[in-house]
């Protein structure tokens, strides 16, 4: 079972057509979840790591569409078997098959609670609200399940703040109680959008232990989306590197931070600061930004970047698919087939 | 010279080592709360709860601090931005001659304004989007008299090519620009009139990691170039080891630890610089779940604790500490800490340079 992942996202392509062009902000993303491991999502702004997971619980609005790919989730209530997976993509959209599924099976973290949370409603009346909508409870038993909730991610005092409004909570207690809102229905996914971004480090670090208790104790399959390699490195088992809508590199988190194959991922992880470098020594840095996404390009999307790019000009012609180099790591890069060759 | 100015100048005419080019002391500003009808005064945020620290010349100072810790206030106080509620920030003039920020009048600020600028946080915020560059950069050129059109265009093709922009670019508008190169912008018109100290508040947190790499190393190569003193305000303590020689830490309103950049990393010696740096993921799978979270919340400013404003959070408290607040003292050469306990604790920091 534990072999079986949880969710497979295969060749998933999201496109949004506006005006201007169609802009690929997903471009043939595959990766696996298995249930009870954490999934790390690592990019920088724009690579389409938001977008992904929106795919996946199905929330993208016109002009985007999903253009091609399958979400393939095994679901405990839509499924007739347990060895039985639904494709997320031919679900009708606002169906009540995705709405059974959504805050149930799958639940998010948003990466701004304050924006997440209503603030005209009680955090308690929120909760009840995800309760009521998935299981068929009285009142007061709802209120038990959702203090229980609160009082498990940490939130003291939960009575009291199940009273309250989420502008009364500090950033960290409504962090916390919105986690406890995706944690109502216990979800097999849960997905987290930069769930510590907003937040200040003391603060991160009590979100992301509690994150990784909740994980060991639940079983829960947690994809987790960031762009701070020190999270990813303490929190995921797998990572996928993303840039411009594509996989990169993808494999287990230590082969990614030790063994990095993918150029693009060897340039972030040297650019990055960390409390254990010399002070006023200069970083080495990533050449040039990100390109618009409405550029057109063939090739490689990292090539204009890449100091290892090959001769003859291959990697800015075509472009390079994923492909796994051993049981568990896959890059997509020429580099990496070049090598192969010459063995 | 008007009289204030020579008066202000009087005030602060005590010797000041000769290699400080800012010195504060016991800066306080606090926010009232008003409430109900008359808006009487019914209490007051303490932002800045007297705050002494000095900059050397050609020295990049770090202040950091959780969200909320008056370091923002701070900043925006030695600018005179916001008027500080009481203090001294003494600034050493480019003619050697010292002067009280706090005592000027607007007027007898202008000139000061020149030689301290600003480097705000969201380059997509501070950049007016109907400007192009060349108004933008200019902007500063134009208030502080070069009118010449010419003169000024020439100006800001050498700003832009300093900070590593086209000059052809000039005539864009900041719509057209990624967010590093907005950032290059922004430190190009803080540069405009040849500061002396540029405060950079959060100038890279709103940026991309591979990104940020590039603005920093900017910033380090335009100090040495330039001769520039930094306040390096942030919040990331990674960026923060990085540019810094010296870094300040704060905590509701006041510093509790000052010292030279690796001593405090390898060897801090308040609680709470030891907590904030354990807080820090490392970039490493192997090395985990060393992350020992500090209960509770940061106390609001409004309404701080007694003593030692971080006595409910610290794992070392004891009656003295919830009684009486610790002054800030020097317990190694340029080491400043204020904690009760801190001969006798001894705080792990990170591990050595990897």
Known sequence: MTNQPLLEVRDLQTVFELDEGIV??????????????????????????????????????????????????????????????????????????????????????????????????????????????????????????????????????????????????????????????????????????????????????????????????????????????????????????????????????????????????????????????????????ISGSIPHPFQKRTGCPFVARCQEALPQQRCSNQAPVLKAINEHQSVSCFLHEEEVNVC | MSAELAQSKLTANTPMPPERLLEVKELKKYFPIRKGFFKSVVGQVRSVDGVTFHLNQGETLGLVGESGCGKTTTSRCLLHAINPTSGEIRYRQADGQLVDVTQLATDQLRPLRREMQMIFQDPFASLNPRMNLLDLVGEPLLVNGVANRKERSDRVADLLRLVGLRPEYMRRFPHAFSGGQRQRIVIARALALNPRLVVADEPVSALDVSVQAQVLNLLLDLQEQLKLTYLFVAHDLSVVRHISDRVAVMYVGRIVEMSPTDELFLAPKHPYTAALLSAVPVADPRIRSKMQPLEGDVPSPSDPPSGCHFHPRCAFATDLCRQQAPDLEEVQPNHFVACHRQAELALTGVSEPI
Not at chain 1, 177 to 204: H, K, R, S, W
């Open chain 1, 24 to 285: 690929k902000a997903v471009d043939g993303v595959s990766f696996d979840v298995y249930s009870g491991k954490v999934l790390g999502i690592v990019g920088e702004s724009g690579c389409g790591k938001s977008v992904t997971i929106k795919s996946v619980l199905r929330l993208i609005e016109k002009p985007g569409r999903i253009a091609n790919g399958a979400i393939r989730f095994r679901s405990k209530i839509l499924g007739n078997s347990s060895a039985e997976m639904i494709d997320l993509v031919h679900l009708p959209a606002k169906s009540a098959q995705l709405r059974a599924l959504r805050g149930n099976e799958i639940a998010l973290i948003p990466q701004e609670p304050m924006a997440a949370f209503s603030p005209v409603h009680t955090i308690g009346n929120q909760l009840m609200e995800v309760i009521h909508l998935h299981q068929q409870v009285s009142d007061d038993e709802a209120k038990k399940i959702a203090v229980t909730r609160l009082k498990e991610v940490g939130v003291p005092n939960p009575e009291s703040a199940m009273d309250r409004y989420s502008w009364e909570l500090s950033g960290g207690l409504r962090q916390r109680a919105m986690i406890g809102m995706a944690l109502t229905c216990n979800p097999l996914l849960l997905i987290a959008d930069e769930p510590t971004t907003a937040i200040d480090v003391t603060t991160q670090a009590q979100v992301l232990s509690l994150l990784r208790k909740l994980q060991q104790e639940h079983q829960t399959s947690i994809i987790f989306i960031t762009h701070d390699l020190g999270v990813i490195a303490q929190l995921a088992d797998d990572v996928v590197v993303m840039y411009l809508g594509k996989v990169m590199e993808s494999g287990p988190v230590d082969q990614i931070f030790h063994n990095p194959q993918h150029p693009y991922t060897r340039a972030l992880l040297r650019s990055i600061p960390t409390v254990h470098t010399k002070n006023r020594s200069r970083l080495p840095t």
